[in-house]
Nanobody, 123 residues
């Protein structure tokens, strides 16, 4: 079992930045690839970014590429999502999740999920 707890969400103006954190506990965190997803009001949950535990390789949704950066610190059992140049359309609840499967963009392959953290970007 892996427990995930997100933090760092909040209200920010367009063009601003936030850094989300996801702290993991339970089973060996470093054995899991990690992903970030988001769900905006009235929309389906969508993939944002993922990072492989073995070599740190990353994958991003086109909508966030160049603005968001996913990283992880296995020693601290924590994964981060640095969000820059935020836009109102980035407003959503952001979730981190853990997987040992592929493809990363599919929420169905993730075994563990956090409770989510709200990010609101004002125009």
């Amino acid at each position: 079992q892996v427990q995930l707890v997100e933090s760092g969400g909040g209200l920010v103006q367009a063009g601003g930045s936030l850094r989300l954190s996801c702290a993991a506990s339970g089973r060996t965190f470093s054995n899991y690839d990690m992903g970030w997803f988001r769900r905006a009001p009235g929309k389906e949950r969508e993939f944002v970014a993922a990072i492989r535990w073995s070599d740190g390789s990353t994958l991003y949704a086109d909508s966030v590429k160049g603005r968001f950066t996913i990283s992880r610190d296995n020693a601290k059992n924590t994964v981060y999502l640095q969000m820059n140049s935020l836009k109102p359309e980035d407003t959503a609840v952001y979730y981190c999740a853990a997987t040992r499967s592929r493809p990363y963009i599919s929420s169905a392959v993730y075994s563990y999920w956090g409770q989510g953290t709200q990010v609101t970007v004002s125009s």
